[in-house]
């Protein structure tokens, strides 16, 4: 399930309009509805964590594999590596489009390719500005 059918699905249940969940979380009813349309996503982990709170479910719920990646990429290399990782994902997915390949190697091949690229971040420091570096 998606993030977003997640989202709408669980403040359905907790009985909440969007503008009710938006204000409990402090942000737009336009935010919700992108997070709830899959258009948008929490820039900031506390926000999961509010959702989560207020929603009464598992902040683990919420976050994906793929969120959790695109969350400490850009926690770790701004929102130039959060770019990066998001595009990575997509074209990787768009590759898997269509195929027959079962849905837990998909998600062992996703975790592959999330891992080497932390290795390649990793290597390239090096070639990085020094007063770019952490």
Do not use: H
């Not at 359905?12 to 996503?41: M, P």
């Amino acid at each position: 399930m998606k993030f977003c059918e997640k989202v709408k699905e669980a403040r359905t249940k907790a009985g909440l309009k969007q503008d009710e969940f938006a204000k409990a979380i402090g942000v737009s009813l336009r935010t919700v509805s992108n997070y709830e349309a899959g258009t948008r996503y929490p820039k900031k982990r506390e926000t999961y964590y509010k959702m989560a709170e207020v929603l009464k479910v598992d902040v683990n719920y919420l976050l994906t594999d793929d969120e959790e990646f695109l969350l400490n990429a850009e926690s770790k290399y701004g929102r130039n590596g959060a770019r990066q990782a998001k595009e990575l994902m997509a074209e990787v997915t768009g590759l898997f489009a269509g195929g027959e390949l079962a849905d837990e190697d998909l998600d062992e091949m996703m975790k592959g390719i999330q891992e080497a690229y932390w290795i390649a971040k990793e290597k390239n420091k090096k070639y990085t500005p020094k007063k770019y570096r952490k």
